[in-house]
């Protein structure tokens, strides 16, 4: 059967279960064989029921004791349970809203029942999928609602039957000889449904570096595509001293020398295309700041593009002192439509030259004067449709663009990621900047924490406070939420109180931000909102409710909110009152020994391997859907390696580059999101 078959040309795939599955992204049989489990269920050997512990899955071979009883427990849950046993003890087989689960079982029957253990009520249960032979490693593959872990199983095995003969090898032999790969056949069957845990990791293994190889070429082509875009090259003589006298403060030796970088590329008739990336506070801004007034001394526009309406304004105030306010617009979304067409007009015939904004600079109606260099930062996704529609707005075939990265990342993988940039990495603080004093604090000390928060305030400093939720969450017990903790400290604390989180209306998120920034509000009690960019310089607390919940790299974040002074900052992690798990806790603790940013997404590189970094990366491009299996940084490694070699190859690279330039072709034709 043809890959590219829907999947309605299976077995027990109709309409319904097609549009279910669509939720996925999963269209075709192709789709199905390359959506990739991500983890597996280790049923290949038999455990006691007596020895079953809490949280483990297992699989069992049980009798039944009687025959299932169906209960309603409360609204709609209904619960159906079924006693049994082995020869070491009893158990509770029990099913959520599956009246069908066990609905045909019968006293003395004997079968297999594989699921995870739990005893949260003195009585130990598992909710199992019942098998009548031992089912060995089984898939667990993302799922979205209304889709079970059987079904996908069920449709990749009819997948995998279907067309696994018709998969051809996508590598050169040479290549899985020398890097001791699977074959495509092997690796596609493996990865769903391997007989051992080591087939297993050999075929992700096997798929990832695939993936891997084809994106460092498909990067390596784009950088060729942009690097020959011709552009008007910008004169750059004497704008970067000019620039550093119209600054309030010295720039740094790591600032000047990526402005050097700049502006070697910006006096080029080649686009640019470089990453600037630098830990929390080290500067960036200013850095962007001077190739936009590189751009502007040239008679060019310039764009920044920022993740967020609150830092574009904050880029806004910047902009306007630099340029003048007549020089500079500002375009977000929701503006009402004679403010949006009157900056619409003020770009297109050139009146300001500095352009700020949010993902609204993408929409149609935004036609530019004459553009020169587009900012935008990496949260924007992976840049490429970016890069294409902002090159459309422009007059020529290319436009130089500098992408902002808040988050350091090492140096290997940032080749990997951003092979198509190049890089410049700013590695130094601002003199004057106090190391900020970050502890973990435990719950029976939160009372004291807090009445140092309060002290800080009485000696004029503001503070944050961040919690993970907007509103209390059913789903997440011992969660504090935003809305919880702010109404909790109108009561304990003697200060003005802010509460800022994405879900207020746009006016009232600015006018909170704006407050704060005034030193109208003491104490901010906030969500992730205000992670990216925020700058009060006044900030001299962090607390950070439910820490354990927070990525290393996210906390890192965080804590730059503060420490942006003279002043001595603290840092405060506070683990979820039902405690963390031990994962969590090592994150915390490596928080209070270190601050070097690049250190610490070295460690969480190899806490959490590449695969998530990658994840983050690709969002939103199922074509590289097995990167995220990527747990090995050696695999990145050998892919950079075999992909250099393609790259210098005859004819034997050919298919490879082919395969590259479909997937480029593809994600430069992807819809730009207005």
Known sequence: MNLNAPITQLKGIGPRRALLLGKLGLFSLRDLLYYVPRDYCDYSSLTEVAKAAQGEDAALCVTILREPKQARVRGNLRICTAPAQDETGKLTL???????????????????????????????????VL???????????PLAKGISQTLLRQAAREALRACLQGCGETLPPALLQTYGLLSLQSALQAVHFPQTVEEAAAARRRLAFEDMLLLRVMLRLLHEEHGAAPVRP???EGILPAFAARMPFALTGAQLRASQEIAADLNKPQAMNRLLQGDV??????????????????????ALMAPTEILARQHYAQLCALFGEQKVCLLQGGMHKAAREQAYEQIRTGAVTAIIGTHALLQAGVEFYDLGLVITDEQHRFGVRQRAAFGAKGKEPGVHTLIMSATPIPRTLSL???????????????????????????????????AFVQAQVQQGRQAYVVCPLVEQSDALENVLSAEDVFAA???????????????????????????????????LVATTVIEVGVDVPNAAVMVV???????????HQLRGRVGRSSAASYCFLLPGQGGEGETAMERLRLLTKTQDGFAIAQKDLEMRGPGEFLGKR????????????????????????????LLCAGAEAQPILAAARARLLALQNEVVPN
């Not at 509460?499 to 104490?523: C, N, S, T, W, Y």
């Open 618 to 645: 690709q969002h939103g491009l199922s074509q590289f859907a097995a990167a995220r299996l990527v747990t090995d940084m050696e695999v990145l490694r050998q892919a950079e390696e075999a992909a250099e070699a």
């Open 489 to 523: 400290l109108q009561h304990t604390l003697h200060v003005r109180l802010g509460l800022l989180h994405g879900q207020m209306p746009q006016a009232q998120k600015e006018a909170v931000a704006a407050a704060f920034r005034a030193g109208e509000i003491d104490v």
């Open 131 to 141: 098998f009548a032979a031992l089912p060995g490693m089984l898939p667990v593959y």
């Open 281 to 302: 506070g080290s500067g960036k801004t200013a850095v962007a700041l001077f190739a936009m007034f590189a751009a502007a001394q040239n008679g060019r526009q310039a």
């Open 94 to 128: 029990t099913w959520y809203n599956q009246p069908y689960g066990g609905a045909k079982l019968q006293a003395g029957q004997v079968l297999y029942a594989c699921g995870r253990i739990d005893r949260t009520h003195g009585v130990k249960q598992v909710n199992p």
């Open 545 to 555: 409710e439910n820490a354990g919940r927070f990525g290393l790299a996210q906390l």
């Open 234 to 236: 910008f004169r750059m």
């Open 416 to 450: 990997i990621l951003y092979g198509d940039l190049d890089i410049s990495v700013l590695d130094e603080l601002p003199p004057g900047r106090k190391p900020i004093l970050t502890r973990l604090v435990p719950q029976r000390k939160r009372a004291d924490m807090y």
